[in-house]
């Protein structure tokens, strides 16, 4: 039986890449979830992948949640849309996208068709180069916006108070190093 194998490049980092071997069987969902393995990231973020051409312009949508929308019929789910469905070229090209609210893509092409190994269990990471980028948690991102919005009301706040009173920055200049002052 042929195993395909992929190399998963980061969009923004080519010295970042993994080669994957995948199952004509095995399903989209199947590679969303091996390439997480490889990288760390969280799988209940929204992705899709999208067939590409040998300029990765985007074609057909193969995504983690359906749209209801009208005009996409052209989407399909990951979650049971088999790869072979999808393989037409001997170096087929997908573009996946992951998490659209702060996305991180890659560039995922077939590079070789190689013998199914009795051995190995599919899918399988053949190869990982690079560390992959860290992703910022939801939680995290917020705390840095509160701690932003404080600074900037603490700013705002002195500003006022600065321009009422009639003192600039530079009078205030003397205070440096001083520790204790009323």
């Excluded at 990982?128 to 603490?154: F, Q, R």
């Amino acid at each position: 039986m042929a195993v395909y194998r992929f190399k998963v490049v980061f969009e923004d980092d080519d010295e970042v890449y993994r080669e994957i071997d995948m199952l004509p069987k095995n399903t989209f969902e199947d590679f969303h979830n091996i390439i997480h393995q490889s990288t760390g990231y969280n799988t209940e973020q929204s992705a899709a992948f999208y067939k590409s051409n040998d300029k990765w312009k985007k074609g057909k949508e193969i995504v983690s949640r359906l749209s209801t929308d009208k005009g996409k019929e052209s989407q399909s789910s990951f979650h049971t849309l088999k790869l072979a469905k999808c393989i037409d070229d001997p170096h087929q090209k997908f573009y996946y996208v992951y998490n659209f609210e702060e996305p991180y893509s890659f560039r995922i092409e077939l590079i070789r068709i190689v013998k199914k190994d009795p051995d190995t269990a599919y899918p399988s990471i053949f190869k990982s180069v690079g560390t992959a980028p860290k992703t910022v948690k939801p939680e995290v991102k917020l705390k840095e916006a509160e701690e932003k919005d404080n600074i900037e009301d603490i700013e705002g706040k002195e500003e006022g108070l600065n321009e009422e009173y009639g003192v600039s920055e530079d009078d205030l200049d003397f205070l440096e190093g001083e520790e204790h002052f009323e």
